[in-house]
């Protein structure tokens, strides 16, 4: 793996991958967590009931550490629209718990993992986790579905965690920004996938930016360059256009919002975070789709994007992302200020200040994954909600407002992005005829 190359954040800690995790992550920052290999004093009259939405590879992570997180966690319902799905995430479910197992022989995953026939298929399946008396959500499915799904949550009184990005346009921000506000009012708690603000080092490098270690911050520039993302899966005579769509929603802007907004979103939120989450005043970029030449299996996705975000402080924030085969990874920070330049890289541990006052990072690393949720729980149980609804909706807003000024050429402001009307799923999901929505063409569309 080259150093800059992303880790795939799918990577599951069972038995089989678990030597492939430790790799990538660390094996000091796996093997350092307290959770790991003990959950201490398993209480099964003090569970907090977890239901999960959307199984796939994130959705099955997420299960992992929410199980690990908290000794009265289990694994109470699950739900996707694929019932072929709920098999695979339940089995490493069950493997990461009997690795715990290993260390403590102990009968631990079936403390854990109780969901019995909870067992929930199709497009209602939310509905029916719900139902099921869970304590909290793990909402994982494309980011599309992921406005509605928080808003049933929040109504339902659940705590919840869920994926970046929260939505794919700006009715859907609007929305979350919504439940957000409810959930605070209901003492919720409603932590975001945005992993890295749960990262050490990063956490430790923000804080020398905003205590002034670069002096006044002028500059930002942020990668997320990769070779792409998953294979896109070749459709089958019997599936309709919503179950092929759906099966590759990576490659449709009405389910994955483009990979700026669902994959690059990680690193346009450190620019978000190095402002202290102050908003720019408008954005412009370019983009297009170079190395996906053919529309009716690789959806309507662009691969790459280059934007410019201008604040109303003077600062601009420069951010790259593409998806381009055999050519190099990176995905980086750089942070250049009145008195100093600093440089984030932190798939290989690097964190520096170069200028008047040097520094280099010294916290350890941590599995941020892990750490959301050991957070996540410790809200709950300490009934001090955390709440990451404003960022992480912002922040997602961001990489759309991005997308909508490379999908357009125009110059957009944030008002205009936050008040866009623009709903990229009208058409209601169901499988059955659906129209492949249309590659942009800048220039030739002036809806924002
Ligand atoms: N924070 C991170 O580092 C990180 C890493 C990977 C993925 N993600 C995010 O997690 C989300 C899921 O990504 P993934 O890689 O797990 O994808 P995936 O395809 O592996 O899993 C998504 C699952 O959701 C199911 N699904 C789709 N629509 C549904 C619906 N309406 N109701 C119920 N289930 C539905 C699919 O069948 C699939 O099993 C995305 O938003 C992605 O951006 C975040």
Redesign the pocket.
């Known amino acids: 793996m080259s150093p800059t190359k992303p880790i795939d954040?799918?990577l599951l800690m069972s038995r089989r991958s678990f030597t492939a995790s430790t790799a990538a992550i660390g094996a000091a920052a796996v093997f350092a967590h307290p959770s790991f290999g003990k959950i201490a004093g398993l209480r099964a009259e003090n569970t907090l009931k977890v239901g999960v939405?959307?199984?796939?590879?994130?959705?099955t992570g997420a299960v992992i550490q929410a199980l690990k997180a908290d000794p009265g966690s289990v694994l109470w319902a699950m739900?996707?629209?694929?019932e072929e799905?709920l098999a695979p995430c339940l089995h490493y479910a069950k493997e990461a718990m009997l690795d715990l197992d290993d260390e403590q022989s102990t009968d631990t995953w079936a403390k854990k993992i109780q969901v019995d026939n909870r067992k929930f298929s199709g497009?209602d399946?939310?509905h029916k986790v719900l139902a099921s008396g869970v304590d909290v959500m793990i909402l994982?499915?494309?980011?599309a579905?992921r406005p509605e799904h928080l808003r049933y949550s929040i109504d339902a009184n659940k705590h919840v965690f869920c994926?970046?990005?929260v939505a794919v346009d700006a009715p859907g921000v609007r929305s979350v920004l919504a439940s957000a506000k409810v959930a605070k009012e209901k003492s919720l708690s409603l932590m975001s996938?945005f992993?890295w603000r749960y990262q050490d080092q990063v956490r430790e490098t923000m804080k020398a930016i905003h205590t002034g270690g670069i002096g006044d911050l002028h500059t930002i520039q942020t990668t997320y360059n990769t070779t792409g993302w998953v294979e896109p899966k070749k459709r089958k005579s019997e599936w309709s256009d919503g179950e092929f769509q759906?099966r590759n929603?990576q490659y449709f802007n009405p389910l994955s919002a483009d990979h700026v907004a669902?994959?690059a979103v990680?690193a346009i939120d450190w620019q978000a975070w190095a402002m202290q989450d102050r908003t720019p005043a408008r954005c412009f970029g370019v983009g297009g789709r170079q190395t996906r030449p053919d529309v009716a299996e690789t959806g309507n996705v662009w691969d790459h994007f280059s934007l410019i975000y201008e604040y109303d402080n003077g600062v601009r924030a420069y951010h790259m992302c593409r998806h381009w085969p055999n050519t190099p990874s990176d995905n980086s920070a750089y942070f250049i200020g009145s008195e100093g330049n600093c440089t984030m890289q932190p798939w290989n541990g690097t964190h520096t200040i170069e200028g008047s006052r040097p520094w280099k990072g010294a916290a350890g690393s941590n599995d941020m994954y892990q750490r959301e949720h050991d957070v996540l729980f410790k809200s709950i149980r300490n009934a001090k909600p955390v709440n990451d609804g404003r960022f992480m909706s912002h922040t997602s807003l961001l990489a759309i407002m991005g997308r909508m000024a490379a999908y357009t050429g125009r110059v957009v402001t944030w008002e205009q992005a936050m008040n866009s009307q623009v709903e990229m799923n009208a058409q209601p999901?169901e499988f059955g005829p659906r129209t492949t929505p249309p590659l942009a063409i800048p220039g030739t569309n002036e809806t924002i």
């Open positions: 954040p799918n939405v959307g199984c796939g590879g994130r959705g739900g996707d629209v694929f799905r497009f399946a939310i994982t499915t494309p980011p579905f994926e970046k990005p996938g992993c759906l929603w669902e994959q990680h999901w």
